[in-house]
């Protein structure tokens, strides 16, 4: 049976676009070497999930809702009495994203997304960690369009991990960059700073 699923918009610009572009700017000898974006991870700490099932169910959904993926339940790996948590209380939800679902995510997130942050002037560049992976938060589910806000209970913010096969920043930033991802421009950090 021949697979009939379509690709991503996304997915076609990089396969059609992208590749050739970073040959050229990052002096690749073959297409191999070219970063691609593998997996995006989006993760909420629900830190009220083991007093407040109702918290943790409702996360549940508005995770499921905006990524069209169950997310698993994070547990606590070690009791920590500073916090009241005891092993394998419930402290967070996860779900990673790949391929088909992975490019769609992105498209929206950059197209849709960002642009409803409040106070929105990029992502800072500075959240690379070394390897070719960008992190970031967003403080808001809210942001999603999916989300009903009246049927919200309370505001929660996640984190985003963006997972490239970039083996050091540059290219992993020019990778992202390339799919239009709104990195905030450097003028603008030294801007920011001196105000």
Do not use: H, W
């Not at 991503?8 to 992208?18: D, K």
């Not at 997130?109 to 960690?129: E, T």
């Amino acid at each position: 049976m021949m697979n009939t699923m379509k690709k991503a918009n996304l997915e076609i610009f990089y396969n059609e676009n992208i590749i050739s572009l970073l040959v050229k700017e990052l002096n690749f000898k073959n297409i191999m070497e070219v970063p691609k974006l593998e997996k995006i991870v989006l993760n909420m700490g629900i830190g009220e999930a083991k007093d407040n099932k109702n918290t943790l169910k409702q996360a549940v959904e508005e995770l499921t809702t905006i990524t069209g993926q169950k997310p698993i339940i994070t547990k606590s790996k070690k009791a920590i009495s500073n916090f009241k948590i005891r092993q394998y209380d419930p402290v967070g939800i996860s779900v990673t994203l790949r391929k088909r679902n992975m490019y769609e995510f992105l498209e929206r997130f950059i197209a849709i997304v960002s642009p409803r942050i409040r106070d929105f002037r990029g992502f800072p560049p500075k959240g690379f960690d070394g390897r070719g992976n960008y992190n970031f938060g967003i403080n808001e589910q809210v942001v999603f369009p999916e989300i009903d806000y009246d049927k919200v209970n309370g505001i929660r913010g996640m984190n985003l991990t963006f997972v490239t096969s970039a083996k050091e920043d540059n290219s992993a930033y020019k990778l992202l960059k390339s799919f239009g991802f709104p990195f905030r421009e450097p003028s603008e950090k030294i801007d920011e700073e001196n105000a």
